[in-house]
Each structure stands twice: as structure tokens, then as C-alpha cells.
């Protein structure tokens, strides 16, 4: 078989060969283990590797796309990109594939890419042998995995990078089933690094355990409500929907139009970084090869930017550097990476006393049935706790249901984010706790 | 060298062959697979794709545990073959006991009408184009659009260290079309899905539809929100499917089940769940439905599994591994949604069997309530569930009236099915463009359906 570079070239040749004025090869392959527990026992072990590429054409204006895990056939996917080309639309002028200097890095820290199944699976068995003794009926489970991966990007520009970067996961899960009623809870995190912290997802798990073996209900009304940073990270996903190129290009986004503008409370400052040492979705380049730079989002509630890749750059005349690809065999699409919410000042505690007679929201459910790029929603607690008067936590709240805005609850009924921040089940998004007044709870 | 050819399953049969004293059971999977998909975005055909993969996966078991291995480099079979027997060792043993499932030699192709009726990809997209410009020319106060459509055409070919030698040729159509309006700060939306194992032509999407569309989407954009609170409820087929799909298809799935001693108690045999008219069956016999399958990933025959019949649990979905933990038979329930994954216990077309009242019984005597609409997606938890009603009607006097728009349905599922006050005596299965996920596998091709339901107490969500 031919090596990857020679692959790229000979895409690239064929593809001017075929009358492409602009043509740009994507290649990834990788490698994984990883091992999931359930139900108190180890269920599998997978091993698995792939590899590909990606064809972008531009002919006559217009731009085709085509993908293969084929290798001994990629003239059959370049002349697929070809075809497609036929059909699409002229783009707009300003459409230019990215020149440059050759990047070529390797951020795969030999800690992360060195993590054995043996060692995959001891961190699984841990949390099993801590979370099952909790309480009767407890299924303990747990996902341990690592990945390698490399990356080439070559364009008729002349542009060459390529990147090796190696991650890891770990959650630790609880179910517990009594009569008709089915408690979830997990934590965990991902990282470049060895930093994720298995005990510490572990003991996160058995306290949410802990704290919902007793259960009530809460009366319907406006409460005080403290999101975690896993649900504040999914009611934010109107901000992240709302900002990309795409949505602002088609004005399907509330935000077309409002750069300059307050959008959201002035405690907010959200920074979109691209960059290796700001979390899992960290590269040199984006996946155009643009090279990595943090932007600021939200300064203090204030629209600063949208996030674009070089097709909707162009549209909008706007700076490109945020495309991304789910995989081999996706196009390039705008959107964001490590998601980073500064902290609050109070701590935590205070926003729990604060919160006095409200409810603590860890987890929503059926967030995506809800007109989410509007910012309206309509969501089932999955996982949620009553707030004491000296704002601990009395029991888990069972059968509630919030409803609102999330331009509305995040915009002038945020009172305060805690100093605390913790990173996310995905490790690209570092989030604070946030207490939001008066939120409609059914 | 493996390279794919018709007879492929022959060549994978001889690897399991040399596996064989080196575990209990070894299946490996080749797929090829040629699949399109593209988007208009308001006039623009925003997005082409066209996508070629070959892969394979081996899974092997050893000492009652699994090892799993996907690739791409055919050339690597052997290899990846033996890697997934080192897997399985490794996790040092485990309580995996296959149910027996008698070997099957068998080639299942794609009819050749289907494909003599496939129209070429300029003529798909010139289609799209017409339905989508209409949605365009609709005017005030649809804005703009999108119109969707994809397909997956695959060959899949299984050896098993058992005998199990099958070619299997797949399809999967769907496409969507989209009406938006927005104006006054607000962005409301309406929208069409289908999708067909059998015909890439897809006769459901037409003018019609487009035009539908756009008046239900101005409808709702002028709409109001219903008051939250509890309603007396009607849902249509389509959500009525969706019910059956995530409510109860999930809770009888059988890996769940027989790993959770408490829910296994909820879901025994026998236990009663809804009224006594409720009937349940999940199927792989719906012909062109996107649920529809002749063999799972195991090899198994996709038949009926009854779920639930007279109220009460008969039955559940089961891959060999379930049943072989669980004392019963594999329903052919075993799927994934590409070579990547390993199979596990999924639903294929999901459906609430008729009742016996008629459509006007069903809406009949209802003083104020809520006729809920088609679907945008629901989600539970096995004992909550959330689904959002793509539009709703309230009811008065018997008759849907005012439109409103924003519907959220939430309920406890088991208090929901012994509430159901009146069941349709007509079914009906209506393809849709989405799929299931499970345990990161998704969208998985599915169907569902069932009758107009009349359900008490459904709580609706909002302010």
C-alpha cells in the first residue's frame, strides 16, 4: 500500500487532473481500547482502528465533497467529489483554500498514548468494588477508554500539516431501580494529560448516589435554581448553536445581526480556544489547517464573535479558524471547540444558600425536542435535589419538569456563577455552577 | 488477500473455521457500503456528500467474555481476528452463555425493482429542489427552508465459527423537508420526514406534503403556547409510535432487563402494566419499513416479538446473549449500526396494535383536551418520559379547534399506560427520517406506529 503522503499527492494531482481549481485531501486514522462495565461486571472489550480520507473540490465555483475508507480506490472518491461538484451552487467569491508554512506536530502525551487495557480496565473494577455495597439494587457500571490518532491536511495552496494527539476518558455510573422508579446518575471526564481524575469522578457518583436514596416531590412555581456546569453546558448549547456561520449566514439564529449587543448576563465571559493546551478539542490548526487562536465569544454578556470555517467566512467576510470534522468522511462545518466560562466570585456554598428552598439541576431531559436556537425549552429533571434552608441537599426531587428561555434564564434571572469550575464529561468545556432566580418548575 | 466479492461470506466462514478451538464463538463482519446525502439551505444546495466504506469487525468469545476488533484493512482480518480472542482472555472470563440458534447459509438481496426504480442523483436533487422551492414561494410568513435527503445502500457479509455464512444487501432512504418562519424575535418550524428499506424513490414526498408543511408552520408561528398543566390527551399514530418506541420498546429490551433485578421484576412475564385493550409487537416483517430485516447481525430471523398483549408483559427483544442469560428464545433483535459496533439488543418497527374504537369514539364526549401531532423527538429515562408534539390542537366539545404550538408531553410511563382511556381500531405506519440511539450507536434505522390514543393525565409542559 502506498504511503499516506503519496496518497495525498495523488488525490491532489487527480483532482486538478479533473479541472478542480481548488482541491484539499483530509486523511485521519486512529486507534482505540476501550472497556465498558455494566450492570456490576465488565461487558466487553473493543479494539478498533480506522482510517480514511476526505476529497474537497472546487470546479467552476462550486464546491464537491466525497469520502473513502477505500485506500486502494481514492481516484473512485476523487471523481465522486468531481461529480457532486456538478450539482452545488457557485459560491460566493473569496473562497481560498489557506497557503502556510507546513505544520507538522505531534501533542500525544506518551503518559496518555502509554494507558493499557489492563489499566483501563482496573479503573473500571474500582469504580464497581466503590459504587455496588452504596445501597440494595445498585448497578454499577463504568466506561474506561484511549485513543491515538493522526491527521494530514494537504491543499492546492501548498498547505501541509499534519498532527498525532492521543486522549482518554473515564465515567463512573449508578443505576438504581425500585418499584417503577429509575435513578441515573455519573461523572467523569476526558483529557490529553493523565489529569482526569478517576477517584474523584468515583466519589462524585456515590455522593449523587448518596444523596437520592431519599426522594420527594416539589411543588409546582418559580425557585431559585443552581445548575451544575453539566446542565448550564447544555442550556448553553442555544449560545453554541446560535453563534456558528451557518445558522448567522441563514439568519436561522436569533444572534444574525447582534454582534456589539448584550445577549446574555454581563457574568458571563465565554471563550471558544481551539488551542492544544485548553482541553480535549485542542489542535494546532483547525480542520481546514487554519492555525489554533483563542477567541472571546461573550465579554461580560456582550456578542464578541461567531464562529466560522473558510466556506461561511467567505459569506459572511468574517475570520475563518473554527472548522471541524466528524471524521474522515464529514466536510468541513463551523462550530466551537474547548468552551471556557470564566468563574464567578462567590463560592459554591453560597449559591446553595442562596438558593434556599429551590432545586439543584444536574442533568435535562428531552432538551433536544425543544426549540433550542430560539432558547426555549421545555426539559424533565433527570437528576435533581432539593436545597435546604442552609442550602444542603434534602432528597432527590422526582417528576419536575423546568421551562423558559435560556436568553430569559441565563440573561436577566442569573444572579451569580461560583468560583468553582469543573470540566466536563467531554474535557472540552470548563464550566461554573450558576444560580438563576424565579425559574418556572412544573 | 480479502477482498470483497459476492461470495465473501464463503472466504469468512474458512477464517472462523481456523478460530474455532480458539473460542467458544467467533462471528466476523465485512460491510460495504455507498452512501449520498445532501441539503438545501433556503435556495441553496448547501451540503453534497458522497461516501464509500469498506470495513470489517470480528467479536469473539472466550471463557463466557467478549473481545471486539473493527478496521478497515481487509488484509488485517487474521490479525484482528486473533486481537479479539486476546481481548476476550484478557477480561479473564465472564457469565456469557449464548442461547443455541440453528446456523443459517442464506443471500438476501435487494429486489431488483427497487433498484430499476432508484432515479439518478441529478434527479433526486432536481426533486428536492422543486419541493424545496415551493416551501420558498410559500410567502408570509415562512422565511426559509430546508430540504434533506439520504441514502445508505450496503452489503454486509457474516461467517460465524458456527456454520452461519450470510450475504445480506441493505437500504436506507430518508429525507426531510423543512419550513421556517421568523420575524418578531421568534423562529418557529414545521416538518416532513420519510424513509423506506425498499424504495429510493420515496412516493410519500410530494407537493402535497411541501404545502402542508408550510401552512401547519405559519399556523404554528402565529400560535399560542397551551397553558401547562394536566390534559386529557389525544396523540396521533405518529406519536403514538414514538410512545411505543421509547417508552415501552426500550423497557423491553433485554439487556436491560436481565442485568437489573428490579426491573426485571417491573418487566416480569406476566406482570400488568396498561389496560387490558393494550397490545404491543415489535417487527422485522414490515415490508419497506426502515425496522424491516430478515437476518439481525447474529444471523437470527427477524420476526414478531409480541410485547405486550392484554395489558400484561409477554415478551421482550433479545440477542442470543439475553436469551441465553435469560432462559429464552432470540428474537433476532440483535443489531449495529455499521461494522464499527459491536451488534446489541435493538428495535426494528415498533407498534401499538389496534383497539376497537373508532376514530370519532376516540375523540368522542371530550370536553377540553389536547390532540397532539406528529413528533420532534422524545427521550426517558425508563420511568419519566419527555416528548415534544411537532403541533397540537385543543379540544372542545369532541372537536380539535385552536392550534397551539410548543407542545411538551411529560408523564411517569407506567401511570401513563393503565391511563389510556380509548385505543383506535386502525393502525398506522408512517416512515420518518430519524433513528434510534443507543449506548453510541445512532441513528439506527427503525420504524414505528399504532392507533389514535386517548390518555388521561399527561402533564404539559410550560410556563
Redesign the interface.
Known sequence: MVSDELLLEQALDRAAAGGARQAEVFFAEGASDSVDF???????????????LGVRVLVEGRL????????D?VE??VD??L??AR???VEKPGFDLPAGEPIEEDISDPAVAGIG??EL?EFGRKAVDRLRPLAD?V?AGAGASRWTSHWEIANSAGLRCSCRKAGWQFHAAA????????L?CYDGSASMHRDVDVDGAIETTAQKLRQSLKEGVLAAGRRPVVLTPAALSSLLGSLRMGIGA?AIY???S?LTGRLGERVLSELLTIHDDIRPEAGMAGAPFDDEGIPAARLTVLSAGVLETYLADLRNASRLGIQPGRASRAGY?S?PFPGSRNWIVEPGEAPLAELLAQAAGGLVVDSL??M????L??G?F???V?LGFAIGPGGEMLYRVK?A?I??NVYELLGPRLRALSSERKWGYSGSELMPWALVEGV?I? | MISAHPDLEQDLLAVCTRFRDRSQYLEVRVEESASTDFAFQGHDLETLNRRQERGGDVRALVDGAWGFTSFNRLDQLEEMASAAVDQAKLAGGGPVKLAPAAPVQDRVLLPDAALAREPTLAQKVARLRTLNELILGFGAPITTSTAYYADRRARIWLGTSEGTAIHQERLDVTAALVATAAGEGRVQSRSFSTGSSADASLPELDERQAVTVCRECAGLFRAPKPKAGDYLVVVDPRLAGVFAHEAIGHLSEADHVHENPQLRQVMTLGAELGVPELEIYDTGLVAGSRGALRYDEEGVAAGRTDLIKGGRVVGRLHSRETAGAMGELPTGNARAISYRYPPIVRMRTTVIGPGSATRAEVFRGIDRGLYCVGSMGGQTNGEMFTFSAALAYLIENGEPGELVRDVTLTGNTFTTLKNIEAIEDTVLIEESGGGCGKAGQGPLPVGDGGPHLRVRGVRIGGE
Request: a negative charge.
Open positions: 455494566e450492570a456490576n461486571r465488565l461487558q466487553g472489550i473493543d479494539s478498533s482502528s480506522s482510517r480514511g464537491g465533497f466525497s469520502s473513502t475508507s477505500i485506500l480506490r473512485d472518491a465522486a467529489a461529480d457532486t450539482l452545488t451552487e487495557v489492563d480496565m439494587g448497578l443505576q438504581r431501580v425500585e418499584g417503577t422508579s429509575i441515573w451557518r441563514r439568519k436561522t436569533p468522511a466536510a431531559m428531552g433536544h425536542g425543544s426549540n436556537v430560539n426555549d421545555s426539559a424533565n433527570g417528576d419538569a421551562a423558559g418556572p412544573a
